[in-house]
């Protein structure tokens, strides 16, 4: 069994009160740190090597360290739970079962930021989950963990849960702020950042919930041990929310060492692809970022076994790589249509743009119309050709990375599967009724029906 | 006129007291799903300005606001409303069958109510629910794994409550 | 502690220029000023906030700083970036620009009506003269180009939303000039629009500046609606003592007509001074002002074309080239070449004159 940090508990009875999860061991993580230095909290996540779960990967250790510290001005720490990207789930399922944990992380971080008003942002539609959470501070609060003199620490702390109303846009962190502030999600254009002016113009740390999960393992067993777990710069375990066409779609909890193979295959994981079909293509982290065809999946362009992390997903760039983004796994077989699959995910990012800067608002519009267009049976070879343009123009060049989310995956799809796109072109009707199927990409692994 | 009830109005004060001092504007996203379900569904004019008088703000902020999330209905619907995903992941488990069995079910278009005011069918995108595929949200709750048994199931509980 | 303003240098298109710590890459580009300021479609730099959003001012970074010469990654918004010292930027001398560039004003105009001829704004759109500059003949977008409902703002300003690119700058505008703003950006993606929500008009005193900061013609004075093209009509600086504002001004005339008046605006198109509306819409008469004198406007713009500003004959620069020197004819055309002969008087021909013609009265002579 690999090692579990975070979804050890998951299963325990209660898990969601107080006095299970205290009973379970929690909680000890707040006791230690408040005996700790700030400053010191924040190297132990630095030594860790924790990076961001939301998508990005950025260090958390060195994100909080750029966190400004003027004198008499508050500083924010703001839980990103806005989980929007398309194959992404882990955020909701850590909310809904161990609540506590998140609360844990978060008043560990808050202590080791200065947030004395922390802020969780949870998508709109997670309505119930604000419920759970908000049953999870009251509990905290009346045993001491949260409010006034935490334990007796001098150190005062309150957390919030605001509930957005259907934006995917405000899961990129200006946005976020904004929204928190009761305006339009419009991502701010940067600099300045929120490390120097976020919530309310001061200093503020927006971070993944899973991120802030994790640094509950972090201060248990230390920053070095966790460091230990996985490989190279894929430190710890990661949340891997698995859908599409597999047999068992769920959130996983894995260390960064598991091939993907591995992944899909394994009983322990998805469990293999439904019906004895064959595993056309995998998008491996979340909507935005690049499809790849089976057979660049399961092993590197170099012929290396690709592994569920960091590293070894964007091995290749672009070219013949993709990344692990917010551990979003969406499985496609060889039934599926990537034409199709591109469109639904441009509509997708033509829907979710907030129309602030021009390549944003009017090329994700443009690429959904001409994917439609091919979709249809309706597409010339220099509609492809014009897919690719338009990507290329918008990628790079807009205020926030929505405009790449959108570029990606368009670019991705044509880079890899271009073939197909022509076979819509050339077999206007016969696309209508019929799939592509595998084409050349087909699944090395045989696989028993 | 609308006006919440001294009940409501008291968990609105909290809800703005939040947040510090003089930044009760933050309270508006919040505010907006309260009067959204206490207000018949949706948010009309008259439910934004007044929603804007609470937190001091002009109503134009409301409306930025109100107009820019997809949850807020600023049109009048139906009791029950069905969002159902379609974006990637829920297209790959069969979410178009799903939508096409609805409107079927129904009689409507994507979009419309039902002439007895009781079902408002919606496409939206992506909730979060991919591994649980095909899925839609009514009110607050989600329900997964749809398939058009369970949808059938589904209308004849929302029609068995009138 | 100094309180000199500490200078820092800055490279742009290899020309270096010294401007104080905190400039952005456009104001330091718009110091040296000619080719190399780039094109700003959203950025006021009399609003604050604004800018950012159009991506037409875009520039490469290909060092960052003397301190951390690294080039920037992405090409950067050029009015939202500050200057750092020894930075060097690229905007005409970049290919990377270049193609970026192209790729907004294309996105710009997918979804714009190119309603010039029927649309106020036309001689004076910076949409058009960004189009011009940047733009491709044609366009590859075959698809329905977006509508909006109507909105009315009211008996002083029209909007016309599909010719709008969502800058922004209205928005600031009320925000700074009003105190209560009563439009704003509605819905979002591709579906956001300039609106009231309400039927509402916009009456504050300061709104007509919405007309002046528009680049385009969304928002345009209703008071001057189908009057002229603004080509055909002769601006002149006025002014008049106006209790609300500087009533500095600029009418806008046909003979003895004021068809329209609307602020002075300095080299990049933006208001010198804003104006109220009384100003702007209620003083139509020339006796209402104190005439100054024609605008400048530049020779590079349409409105130029009516020669209303005092003609200057260019400074003759071949004398000075040749150090006083009267410049003498090199070679008389004539001695090599029968065409244009001096001695044929062409309008003593008949009809149009063709090269028989041209030979018979050759001949003749």
């Given at each position: ?78 839980c990103n739970a806005d989980e929007s990207e398309p194959g992404t789930f882990k955020d909701r399922y850590l909310m809904e079962f161990l609540p506590h944990l998140l609360i844990e992380g978060l008043i560990v971080s808050s202590f080791a930021l200065g947030s004395n008003r922390t802020y969780i942002y949870i998508r709109g539609e997670y309505a119930w989950i604000v419920g759970i959470l908000e049953q999870a501070i009251a509990e905290a609060k009346q045993n001491g963990f949260l409010g006034k003199n935490i334990l007796g620490s001098g150190f005062d702390c309150e957390i919030y849960v605001q509930r957005g109303a259907g934006a995917y846009i405000c899961g990129e962190e200006t946005a976020l702020i904004e929204s928190l502030e009761g305006k339009r999600g419009n991502p701010r254009i940067k600099p300045p950042f929120p490390a120097i002016k976020g919530l309310w113009d001061c200093p503020t740390v927006v971070n993944n919930v899973e991120t802030l999960a994790a640094v509950v393992p972090i201060l248990n067993m230390g920053g070095e041990e966790y460091a230990k777990i996985g490989v190279g710069r894929s ?215 | ?162 | ?365």
């Amino acid at each position: 069994m690999a090692t579990k940090l975070l979804l050890a508990k998951a299963h325990v009875e209660g898990i969601r009160h107080f006095e299970v999860y205290r009973r379970e061991g929690g909680y000890a993580a707040v006791e230690k740190a408040l005996k700790m230095e700030p400053a010191a909290i924040v190297e132990e996540v630095k030594k860790s090597g924790l990076r961001g779960r939301g998508g990005a990967g950025f260090p958390s250790g060195m994100k909080w360290s750029f966190l400004a510290k003027p004198e008499g001005v508050p500083r924010y720490l703001v839980c990103n739970a806005d989980e929007s990207e398309p194959g992404t789930f882990k955020d909701r399922y850590l909310m809904e079962f161990l609540p506590h944990l998140l609360i844990e992380g978060l008043i560990v971080s808050s202590f080791a930021l200065g947030s004395n008003r922390t802020y969780i942002y949870i998508r709109g539609e997670y309505a119930w989950i604000v419920g759970i959470l908000e049953q999870a501070i009251a509990e905290a609060k009346q045993n001491g963990f949260l409010g006034k003199n935490i334990l007796g620490s001098g150190f005062d702390c309150e957390i919030y849960v605001q509930r957005g109303a259907g934006a995917y846009i405000c899961g990129e962190e200006t946005a976020l702020i904004e929204s928190l502030e009761g305006k339009r999600g419009n991502p701010r254009i940067k600099p300045p950042f929120p490390a120097i002016k976020g919530l309310w113009d001061c200093p503020t740390v927006v971070n993944n919930v899973e991120t802030l999960a994790a640094v509950v393992p972090i201060l248990n067993m230390g920053g070095e041990e966790y460091a230990k777990i996985g490989v190279g710069r894929s430190t710890g375990t990661k949340l891997i929310s698995a859908c599409g066409n597999i047999n068992k779609p769920g959130v996983y909890e894995i260390e960064m060492t598991l091939s993907v193979e591995e992944f899909i295959y394994s009983d322990e994981y998805c469990g293999g692809i439904p019906n004895g079909k064959r595993l056309k293509a995998c998008i491996p982290g979340g909507s935005s970022v690049p499809i790849l065809p089976a057979n660049l999946l399961l092993k590197t362009a170099k012929g290396e076994t690709r592994l569920m992390n960091y590293e070894s997903l964007s091995d290749g760039g672009f070219a013949t790589g993709s990344m692990l983004g917010s551990g979003g796994f969406i499985v496609l077989d060889e039934d599926q249509c990537v034409v199709k699959n591109t469109l639904t995910l441009a509509r997708f990012y033509r829907h979710e743009s907030c129309g602030q800067c021009s390549p944003c608002r009017e090329g994700t519009g443009w690429m959904e119309k001409i994917l439609t267009k091919i979709e249809n049976g309706k597409g010339a070879i220099s509609d492809i050709d014009l897919l690719w343009d338009i990507q290329r123009k918008i990628e790079g060049n807009t205020i926030c990375p929505l405009g790449d989310a959108a570029a990606w995956p368009v670019a991705a799809a044509i880079r890899h599967f271009r073939d197909e796109f022509e076979w819509h072109v050339n077999n206007p009707e016969l696309c209508q009724t019929q799939n592509y199927g595998l084409a050349h990409y087909a699944d090395p692994i045989h696989v028993p029906a | 006129m609308v006006k919440f009830s001294e009940d409501k109005l008291k968990e609105v004060q909290s809800m703005i007291d939040r947040y510090p001092e003089g930044k009760q504007k933050s309270a508006l996203i919040p505010l907006l799903h309260l009067a959204q379900e206490d207000f018949g569904g949706w948010l009309s004019a008259e439910t934004m300005d007044y929603v804007g008088s609470l937190l001091g703000i002009e109503p134009i902020e409301v409306y930025e606001v109100a107009t820019f999330y997809s949850m807020y209905n600023l049109k009048p619907v139906g009791k029950h409303v069905f969002e159902v995903c379609h974006t990637g992941p829920c297209m790959l488990k069969g979410s178009d069958d799903i939508i096409a069995y609805i409107k079927t079910k129904l009689d409507i278009k994507v979009g419309e109510t039902t002439a007895d005011g009781l079902f408002t069918l919606k496409t939206v995108e992506c909730l979060g629910a991919c591994g649980y595929a095909p899925m839609m949200q009514m009110g607050i709750d989600y329900r997964e794994h749809l398939t058009e048994a369970k949808v059938d199931e589904i209308i004849a509980a929302c029609r068995n409550k009138q | 502690m100094s309180e000199a303003v500490k200078t820092v240098k800055v490279t742009i298109d290899n020309i270096t220029v010294d401007v104080p710590m905190g400039t952005t890459i456009l104001q330091a580009a718009r110091m040296i000023g000619g080719d190399v300021v780039p094109p700003a479609m959203c950025y006021y730099s009399k609003l604050q906030g604004s800018g950012g959003k159009c991506r037409t001012c875009l520039v490469e970074v290909s060092k960052g700083s003397e301190a951390d010469p690294r080039p920037m990654p992405k090409l950067v918004a050029s009015c939202r970036t500050g200057v750092m010292d020894g930075m060097e930027v690229k905007n005409m001398t970049s290919p990377k620009v270049e193609d970026a560039r192209n790729g907004v004003v294309e996105f710009l105009l997918l979804n714009h009506p190119l309603d010039c001829p029927v649309c106020d704004q036309a001689g004076e759109c910076h949409l058009q003269d960004l189009g011009y500059q940047h733009g491709k003949q044609g366009t590859r977008y075959e698809f329905k180009r977006r509508t909006f409902e109507k909105h009315d703002l009211g008996p002083y300003i029209q909007l016309h939303m599909t010719r709008c690119i969502l800058c922004y700058r209205c928005v600031f505008t009320a925000d700074q000039l009003t105190d209560k703003r009563a439009h704003g950006i509605l819905s979002r993606g591709d579906h956001a629009e300039i609106a009231t929500y309400i039927e509402k008009s916009l009456d504050n005193n300061f709104i007509g500046n919405v007309i002046d900061v528009c680049p385009v013609g969304a928002l345009t004075d209703k008071t001057f609606r189908f009057k002229n093209r603004v080509w055909f009509t002769k601006p002149v600086n006025a002014h008049r003592d106006c209790k609300c504002c500087s009533g500095k001004v600029t009418l806008w005339q046909r003979g003895e007509e004021v068809l329209r008046v609307t602020a002075r605006k300095d080299q990049w198109g933006e208001v010198e001074e804003w104006i109220c509306n009384e100003c702007r819409f209620e003083k139509k008469k020339t006796t209402d002002w104190t005439i100054e004198g024609p605008t400048h406007v530049s020779r590079h713009s349409v409105i130029s074309q009516g020669h209303y500003e005092n003609t200057i004959k260019p400074k003759e620069t071949f004398t000075a080239v040749h150090g006083g020197r009267n410049p003498q004819l090199l070679m008389d055309i004539h001695s090599v070449s029968e065409v244009n002969d001096p001695s044929i008087d062409l309008s003593q021909i008949n009809g149009p004159a063709t090269s028989d013609v041209y030979n018979h009265s050759t001949k003749q002579a």
